[in-house]
């Protein structure tokens, strides 16, 4: 009965503080009346926010409909907007006509369009989640279709259906990105045709890759980022809930205490629902945004998908969060938020004329909307001071790119890092000043440039040409950000760093002027090319706000190639535009008029291998889109940023590192031969492998011979005559004879790059009806002929070539979309594997020769088979397989993860591992990873060394996993016998008493699969033996009563074992939040004695909580567990435990049983990050508390061990981390530590 009265009383309370929470919260110093919002300011461009609308009672209207409906009586009709930020329909979204539920979907969205109540403007809607759960796309379709017959043209669905990203420009101030965040989140591989109606963006790293451009375009605006998901939310989906969610987890009213805070406790700290922001997709998604949005000054975030009204500044990142329009849950403020409203309403972004702009969030009141919050987002853009800045310049200034002190280096330093061409760096040399009022008849600032290591400003001449200045020193920093930790907002941290320093230094193996000399090679053989020149950039008016980054230093300065500069020879005299290289792909694809002049483009890429351009990925290109008379166009590449000419990456530690991977292999001395073909070229092998359809090693040859003939010795020392004078010395000497030495060698270094670039042959069709046909002819030879299908007939032919078995290993040709017939046939004596993937809508088969050949498209979309003789088919929906990726890399990657650590039982110890990772077709998320790896432990002075491999989609979703290891004879681990009141003698003994030698091998196979949402599936298979030594005077031979005359004999097990994990955390190296969930279970046989079989099962829980506003303080709990089924197992496949085994406080292996169980508190608290010399630095302290035991059948034991401790852990830039632990048991004291590295 008091039981009883105990649940009553506290399910009330919880009712009771759930009901009391409904009030708007306002972090302390936000005002809550009296806002001082400007009213005499004029509006530029008002937004009406409102998410999650789709919930009206049919008949009705929800509160914030009805709010916001009143609201608009109160403003005058303009033309602004009205952003209704997803799930505009529940619970599912919009279902066929026939469906029942069809006619409230529809009411659910009328409801919405009529709080408009034909108010003006424009009206977007954005789909979310609950939009996509009526078959995707089909329900996706169905709601946009109503929405347009219902407003027409004044209705905007964005972005377009399958699709994730849509920007538009509003007026000249204003850019509004929109993102269906829902999109990002898909499994694709269950819609067949996303993306297919998307031009550019056909992956979700083009997607990021878009935005990160869009945002540097925009950078003078007020950028607004309208998607469903936020990025930052103190609601539901973002972990927090109310007190009544412990007894009433679900939607139900039945109270389930405990069980239900177990729920709630999953849930808060394991982001198993791919829609809260803790799962890994989110998280990743998320962090990567907050990534990009570092640099933009005025850029909010809105976003619904939380049923409240938020406001949230995160750092420098503001979030809206209004999703509240037809549905209410539990918002809070934590440490971010300034405001929050968990009941339904409505938010307003006004943005002023003069860039500033405040939001408003309204509730509902009886009705009528009230006003709740406002803030003032971002100020207006302060003006930069140009009153003191000059205005007038002397014609010439004396500098130099680094200070010379910068530059002088003692002798140890250049030994390990080279000479480079650091010298010149330092070096003083006359410029011409650059006075942008007058320079090129007057240039104006347009906008803030750079790529992920340059830092520029885009101007504009009178007539609108585009023109770049970049400065000659680079930022470290920015570099690192974007290229080492793009996942990671860190570039704060890493300035004045030891970091930035190297990376400073690095650049230097780039010459400071060689781009000067590239006109005079270019012109000499054809390639078009910008025309650099040297200046300094002085402070100035003309400058204005970009005098705060930009000014006083060297900088060169040339043609941006983009429309304004038709017909200019030097970018081919283009006469229709000037294309990017996705702009290009887009129309190859598109249409069969279009072209592109491959002899010209194999040229241009001698052209670099001859000047050691190594970093030609597809944006260093543009494309001079010239028609014919007949209305062909043909496309012909304009090479652009010349920075990394000649680079020189002498020295001992790239000299070590070319040899250890292959990765720093494209980082080379020039000289006169290229030593690494494969690397050197890595960036630009698939840009080549995809557009170079139709020519083959003959004109490879006739290109460089060509190259070899009129890049003369005259040509080439004109070209460095270029260089600043001062410059002219004997590295410049040295440097001129390098170049012609390759030039005596670019031959063969064609031939041997288009040997290893032909191995592989990728043939694309277009997106329109094609004829593909594969004849298989004499000698290996293959031939690849693709047409247009033209009502029937063989048309236009878009490419036509024949593979020699000699020099291609492997073909794919993707047919991609429209209705395409393939062909194969034809005999042979020998093939080349040869792999076709259909692409989109129904494709015809004819395989009469299927040997070598596998064929891919779509399960569950119609396809044709008409023969298909020996081919072996693969009908899949796996999108990554079916979907062309231009930006597909085929490479090798090697990292190298040292370690080192100590604790008493196996002393100090040291690992290294290496880890081989293999990028080709089928990846998931790699082709094939190889993992070699050993220790060594001085206290025992054993070693241990292993294996492990993984082979993507070997069995569907399944990547097959091996494995491999062995320990040393001197490898050793505890024993002290079975029991959980063991005594432990190392008083009376030392700790070898304990040890015990076993010599172990094993190999593994089976199947894992990783999903992208934390979970982990894993079946293998296991042949182990173990060998245990019988060494004189240890417990294992004097007091440890075996029964089992084969004890010291070398036994071998048979073994199954299945694992089901899932893990999610906010920072793996520091969570404040975050699950692991894991179940073990197997068994093993002896295979010489059968009957002697045992099986176990091995569950873990553990959270991460934080339990303060700041995240810094947080809760890390665990239990575990190991039960033995059988008695037939030895004592080293017995239930342990003991260092890190759940006892922190006693040995390795201290207890041992049939079963165990433990458990275990830490209380961690996370110190801010911190700048150092050498690297950004997190320190953290924790206090921990552990107990457990273990069973056996013939003990009756009652006894629980503890052990209980402190320590503190680093961790540095996510490539350095380390633990140090001391804690007590009832034996004494026990210290540790481990850190780890990763290359």
Sequence with gaps: ???????????????????????????????????????????????????????????????????????????????????????????????????????????????????????????????????????????????????????????????????????????????????????????????????????????????????????????????????????????????????????????????????????????????????????????????????????????????????????????????????????????????????????????????????????????????????????????????????????????????????????????????????????????????????????????????????HQTISIRVQDSMGRQYNFRRIKKKAVQFLQTVAFKNTPIEQQLENTVAEDVITDFYTAAHPYAFLTIPTLADAIGVYHTNPELYYLPKQPRLGKYNEEHGDAIYMIEERPEEHWLGAEFFGAPNHDIQSTAGMFDRLRRDEKYNLDEPAYVKARIFDMLIGDWDRHQDQWRWAEIEDEEGNRRFEQIPRDRDQVFSNFDGAFFGTLRALTGFASQFAVYGEDINDIEWFNISATGLDRSLLQNVGKETWKEQAEYVQENITDEIIEKAFAKLPQETQDETTEALIENVKARRDNIVKIAMRYYDYMADLAIVTGTDKDDFVDVTRMKDGQTRVKISRNKKGKRAEVVSDKIYKKDETKEIWIYALDDDDEITVEGEGDTYIFTRIIGGQNNDIYKIRNGKRLKIYDHKSKPNTVKEAKNAKLRFTDDYEINTYDKDKKNFRTGAIIPAFGYNPDDGFKIGLETVATINFFKRNPFSAQHTFGGGYYFATQGFDLYYKGEFAHILGEYNLKVGANYTSPNFARNFFGFGNETPNLDDDRTFDYNRVKISRFGVTAGFENKTPFGSLFRYMASFEGYEVEATENRFITEDFETGDPDFFDRKYFAGLDALYRYESYDDVLNPSRGMKFELNLGGQMNTAETSQTYAYFKPYLGFYNALTTNRKLVLKTKVEAHLNMGDDYEFYQAAQLGGNTGLRGYRLQRFTGKSAFATGADLRYGFDQFTTRFLPLQIGVFAGYDLGRVWNDFEDSNKWHDSYGIGFWINSAQAVNGTFNLFKGSEGYRFSFGFGFEF
């Design 1 to 451: 009965m008091k039981k009883t009265n105990f649940f009553i009383s506290l399910i009330t309370i919880l009712v009771i503080s759930a009901c009391a929470s409904t009030d708007p919260k306002y972090r302390d110093g936000e005002p809550t009346s009296n806002f001082n919002y400007p009213k005499n300011k004029e509006i530029e461009k008002t937004f009406y926010l409102l998410g999650d609308g789709g919930f009206s009672p049919v008949g009705g209207s929800s509160k914030g409909l009805t709010a916001f409906k009143d609201y608009l009586k109160t403003v005058e009709e303009s033309d602004n907007y009205t952003i209704f930020l997803g799930d505009n329909i529940y619970p599912v979204g919009m279902p066929k006509k026939e469906d029942p539920d069809r006619k409230a979907a529809e009411y659910r969205l009328d409801a919405q369009l009529d709080a408009l109540d034909g108010h003006g403007g424009k009206v977007i809607f954005i789909p979310g989640n609950h939009d996509w759960y009526s078959n995707k796309l089909e329900g996706l379709e169905r709601e946009e279709k109503y929405l347009k017959e219902q407003y027409g043209d004044k209705l905007i669905w964005s972005p377009k259906t399958g699709c994730g990203l849509e920007i538009k420009d509003i007026g000249d101030e204003i850019t509004l990105i929109m993102v269906d965040s829902q999109w990002y989140l898909e499994d694709w591989d269950k819609s067949p045709t996303i993306n297919d109606n998307c031009a550019e963006i056909k992956t979700r790293e083009a997607l990021l890759l878009e935005i990160e451009t869009e945002l540097k375009k925009s950078q003078n605006k007020t950028i607004i980022f309208a998607l469903h998901h936020p990025l930052f939310t103190n609601g539901v989906h973002g972990g927090q809930y109310n007190l009544d969610k412990h007894v009433f987890p679900s939607q139900s009213e039945i109270p389930i205490p405990i069980l239900g805070s177990l729920a709630t406790l999953i849930r808060t700290t394991g982001g198993v629902s791919i829609q809260d922001k803790q799962n890994l997709r989110y998280k990743s998604f998320v962090t990567r945004l907050e990534t990009l949005a570092q640099k933009s000054e005025r850029l909010i975030f809105v976003s619904g998908h939380e049923h409240s009204l938020q406001f949230i500044e995160n750092g420098n990142i503001k979030q809206i969060v209004s999703g509240s329009s037809s549905k209410a849950s539990y918002a809070t403020l934590s440490h971010d938020g300034l405001f929050a409203y968990p009941e339904q309403g409505f938010a307003v972004y006004d943005v002023f004329k003069d860039g500033s702009s405040w939001v408003s969030f309204y509730g509902n009141e009886d009705g009528k909307s009230k006003l709740l919050y406002q803030k003032e987002v971002f100020p207006a853009p302060k003006e930069y001071d140009t009153s003191q800045l000059p205005r007038q310049f002397n014609e010439t200034v004396t500098t130099s790119v680094y200070p010379k002190d910068e530059t002088e280096k003692g002798a140890v330093h250049r030994t390990v890092w080279g000479e480079r061409y650091r010298e010149l760096y330092g070096t003083n040399i006359q410029l011409k000043v650059a006075d942008l009022d007058t320079l090129y008849g007057g240039l104006e600032p347009m906008r803030a440039g750079g790529g």
